[in-house]
């Protein structure tokens, strides 16, 4: 939906450290980052009312993001009034006086003018997360610990690489989400591939066109027993053919989990991609038609 009448939209891209928040979403009497943001929004633009602020992607609870991307609606005027006496660009008034605002786990990177038809969660065309796990715990470096989960079994990245590739493609991906009420559980998602890095931490890249609640998290939990061995490559892929919540799969501890990216497309494709994403999916849709 695009902002009416003198209203503008704000694209407003930040980064924020999960450990201390109750996740994006605002809740009553819990401190969320969508609430910090839109308090300090509200105070850097002088609004009368409080400004809301829609996002890419409804981080859990402890959940990180280096790339999480929103927008808002705001009054144009307040907009050019915010150098005030100055000769700053708005954009660059913005990001400054947000500093000075908001907590220290909080970093807006930049506040512009979004393009005609953006929407910062319907637009987008994927979003890419970080899960690092540790298995030497001896190892670790501390400075890592709010974004590092430890599992006291080693494991078989390169088991844990095949069994995720098994994963790729259009399904549906019920056996890994929470359900809700009306919500579609088909995603397509674009990669999934794990490595270990220089430091000894096995790093997992998960990218989709969008996730539904827990997903990445469960995703992780899946390959897990895996690198265990405790299962085989093909356990995974055969609980989501099953397409229900299995119990040995574990939903992962948020802390490990990072959101890096959000991936838009041209401008000029904005509101077309969000009109698609809007409509509700369903595997049957993409399957091919009989002729």
Do not use: K
């Amino acid at each position: 939906m695009e902002p009416a009448g003198d209203a503008l939209r704000l694209r407003i891209d930040l980064a924020y450290d999960g450990t201390d928040f109750s996740g994006w979403a605002a809740q009553p009497g819990r401190r969320t980052v969508e609430a910090e943001l839109s308090a300090a929004l509200t105070t850097v633009l002088r609004a009368l009312e409080p400004v809301r602020v829609s996002v890419a992607g409804r981080t859990d609870a402890g959940v990180h993001a280096r790339g999480q991307v929103a927008h808002a609606d705001v009054e144009r005027t307040a907009w050019d009034a915010l150098p005030g006496r100055s000769t700053r660009d708005p954009a660059d008034a913005a990001v400054t006086r947000l500093a000075g605002i908001l907590p220290g786990d909080v970093v807006v990177r930049s506040v512009r003018p979004a393009p005609e038809g953006f929407d910062a969660r319907f637009s987008a065309l994927r979003r890419r997360y970080l899960y690092r796990l540790c298995d030497r715990p001896g190892e670790l470096d501390p400075l890592r610990r709010r974004d590092t989960v430890v599992v006291r079994r080693r494991l078989d990245v390169v088991a844990m690489d095949e069994a995720a590739g098994r994963l790729l493609g259009l399904h549906d991906f019920a056996a890994f989400c929470r359900r809700r009420e009306g919500a579609t559980t088909v995603r397509t998602l674009l990669d999934y591939s794990w490595r270990r890095l220089e430091d000894g931490t096995l790093a997992a890249t998960v990218v989709a066109d969008a996730f539904c609640h827990s997903m990445v998290r469960s995703l992780v939990g899946a390959v897990v027993p895996v690198g265990e061995g405790r299962a085989p490559s093909t356990w995974p892929a055969g609980v989501m053919a099953a397409g229900v919540r299995d119990p040995r799969v574990a939903v992962m501890p948020p802390h490990g989990l990072s959101l890096e990216e959000v991936v838009y497309p041209a401008d000029d494709e904005l509101a077309a991609r969000a009109a698609e994403t809007r409509a509700v999916r369903s595997l049957h849709d993409h399957l091919p038609r009989s002729g």
